[in-house]
């Protein structure tokens, strides 16, 4: 089991900034992908970011590459998704989770293990 806990959402106005955490933890947990998710109110989940432990990252869609940044502190355990000139759209949801699949990033079904998301509201 891996257990994800995520924190850092809250309310912001457009253009601000917000970095969230996942704190994660349990067996093995450094040989999963950690990615980030959002769901939009009314939305499907879409696919954010992913790293690794060893630090391969990327970065989609197209919407946020040069506003979001994905890293981790192996020290701490912990993955972060930097949050920059955010906008209204950006509002949603935003979950961790860890899979083994490089090649399932953008399912969501890929997925072994869930944080319990935490949220983003973006005012305009």
């Known amino acids: 089991q891996v257990q994800l806990v995520e924190s850092g959402g809250g309310l912001v106005q457009a253009g601000g900034s917000l970095r969230l955490s996942c704190v994660v933890s349990g067996r093995a947990f450094r040989n999963y992908i950690m990615g980030w998710l959002r769901q939009a109110p009314g939305k499907e989940r879409e696919f954010v970011a992913a790293?690794?432990?060893?630090?391969?990252?990327?970065v989609e869609p197209d919407s946020v590459k040069g506003r979001f940044t994905v890293s981790k502190d192996n020290a701490k355990n912990t993955v972060y998704l930097e949050m920059n000139s955010l906008k209204p759209e950006d509002t949603a949801i935003y979950y961790c989770?860890?899979?083994?699949?490089?090649?399932?990033?953008?399912?969501?079904?890929?997925?072994?293990?869930w944080g319990q998301g935490t949220q983003v509201t973006v005012s305009s």
């Open positions: 790293i690794t432990w060893s630090g391969v990252a990327t």
């Open positions: 989770a860890a899979t083994r699949n490089w090649g399932r990033l953008r399912d969501e079904h890929g997925y072994d293990f």
